[in-house]
């Protein structure tokens, strides 16, 4: 699943398509999970609205209209958001995690049956297409005023967390620290990928209790998640089997993994073995000695 850096570049390089212009042409698939709004009302009130922001809230991307509704989107596990003269690789087919092959070239973009929703714009440029090979992606409108249930239960986002906010946040949790940084309500945007980054880096087991760590530690795991996040933004985000970016290019962070999906491989601290196991139903990786 997509978590921040991965959203975080998507907004970039979808900002570019969406913010300015005005909505000529809305065509969608039929109702499905896919849409929280249904097709027919989404068509009718995204119709003639000019973009005019668009953020990302956590692991959300928040498009503001000029008549102050908003368009809220989430890519799911498999979800593309794409600009129309690009096409990416088939969501169905996996990537290997690190690789030194040239990455291909991106082909013009072809809407297929899993491109749910497709943004044609009065103004010259490339349309905008949502493709969702699982539809668990979600696309709703959102009344100008209204809350959303989806982003207020939304914890702070974790390119701005403190080490003094995650230990307070932390005091009530006797969960594993791995499974509460995947809590959305407590840290929004950190997903599976991140949180085994960021506790490598930070040194601290997957497994501890959250509320045992330290005020240090939590200044740590703060400064290690900004670290990781930013890196990962930087590089593109990380490509493990369906993610492509609005251009059709693959992420290149998952060559910088430390830990991820590098179980049996040698630390590249110490050259312990790294472990996986299974925390919460999510594959876990870590160093057994560096990490306490």
Same mark, same amino acid.
């Given at each position: 699943?997509?978590?921040?850096?991965?959203?975080?570049?998507?907004?970039?390089?979808?900002?570019?398509?969406?913010?300015?212009?005005?909505?000529?042409?809305?065509?969608? %698939?039929?109702?499905?999970?896919?849409? =929280?709004?249904?097709?027919?009302?989404?068509?009718?009130?995204?119709?003639?609205?000019?973009?005019?922001?668009?953020?990302?809230?956590?692991?959300?991307?928040?498009?503001? =209209?000029?008549?102050?509704?908003?368009?809220?989107?989430?890519?799911?596990?498999?979800?593309?958001?794409? $600009?129309?003269?690009?096409?990416?690789?088939? $969501?169905?087919? @996996?990537?290997?995690?690190?690789?030194?092959?040239? @990455?291909?070239?991106?082909?013009?973009?072809?809407?297929?049956?899993? %491109?749910?929703?497709?943004?044609?714009?009065?103004?010259?440029?490339?349309?905008?297409?949502?493709?969702?090979?699982?539809?668990?992606? @979600?696309?709703?409108? *959102?009344?100008?005023?209204?809350?959303?249930?989806?982003?207020?239960?939304?914890?702070?986002?974790?390119?701005?967390? %403190?080490?003094?906010?995650?230990?307070? $946040?932390?005091?009530?949790?006797?969960?594993?620290?791995?499974? $509460?940084?995947?809590?959305?309500?407590?840290?929004?945007?950190?997903?599976?990928?991140?949180?085994?980054?960021? =506790?490598?880096?930070?040194?601290?087991?997957?497994?501890?209790?959250?509320?045992?760590? %330290?005020?240090?530690?939590?200044?740590?795991?703060?400064?290690?998640?900004?670290?990781?996040? @930013?890196?990962?933004?930087?590089?593109?985000?990380?490509?493990?089997?369906?993610?492509?970016?609005?251009?059709?290019?693959?992420?290149?962070?998952?060559?910088?993994?430390?830990?991820?999906?590098?179980?049996?491989?040698?630390?590249?601290?110490?050259?312990?073995?790294?472990?996986? *196991?299974?925390?919460?139903?999510?594959?876990?990786?870590?160093?057994?000695?560096?990490?306490?």
């Amino acid at each position: 699943m997509p978590e921040l850096p991965e959203v975080e570049v998507t907004r970039r390089q979808i900002e570019r398509v969406l913010v300015g212009r005005t909505v000529a042409e809305v065509e969608t %698939t039929a109702p499905s999970y896919f849409f =929280l709004t249904p097709p027919s009302e989404l068509r009718s009130r995204l119709l003639g609205r000019r973009v005019t922001r668009l953020e990302r809230v956590g692991k959300y991307l928040v498009g503001h =209209l000029d008549d102050g509704s908003r368009l809220l989107l989430h890519l799911g596990m498999t979800g593309q958001l794409i $600009a129309a003269r690009m096409q990416p690789e088939p $969501a169905t087919a @996996k990537r290997r995690t690190r690789s030194t092959a040239p @990455k291909k070239e991106a082909e013009p973009f072809e809407c297929d049956r899993h %491109t749910h929703l497709v943004l044609t714009f009065r103004e010259p440029g490339p349309r905008l297409c949502f493709r969702d090979v699982r539809k668990f992606g @979600k696309v709703a409108w *959102i009344p100008k005023g209204a809350a959303n249930e989806r982003l207020d239960k939304l914890g702070p986002d974790a390119l701005r967390v %403190t080490g003094k906010a995650l230990f307070q $946040a932390t005091r009530s949790r006797s969960i594993p620290i791995k499974t $509460a940084l995947l809590d959305q309500s407590l840290l929004a945007g950190v997903g599976n990928i991140y949180a085994d980054e960021a =506790l490598f880096v930070a040194k601290i087991r997957s497994t501890r209790p959250a509320n045992r760590l %330290t005020v240090a530690e939590c200044d740590a795991l703060a400064g290690a998640l900004k670290q990781v996040l @930013k890196r990962s933004i930087a590089t593109g985000g990380s490509t493990i089997s369906d993610y492509v970016r609005p251009d059709g290019r693959d992420g290149g962070y998952q060559e910088h993994h430390l830990v991820y999906g590098r179980e049996g491989e040698p630390c590249p601290r110490c050259g312990t073995p790294i472990r996986r *196991i299974v925390l919460a139903g999510r594959s876990t990786h870590f160093c057994p000695r560096c990490q306490k």
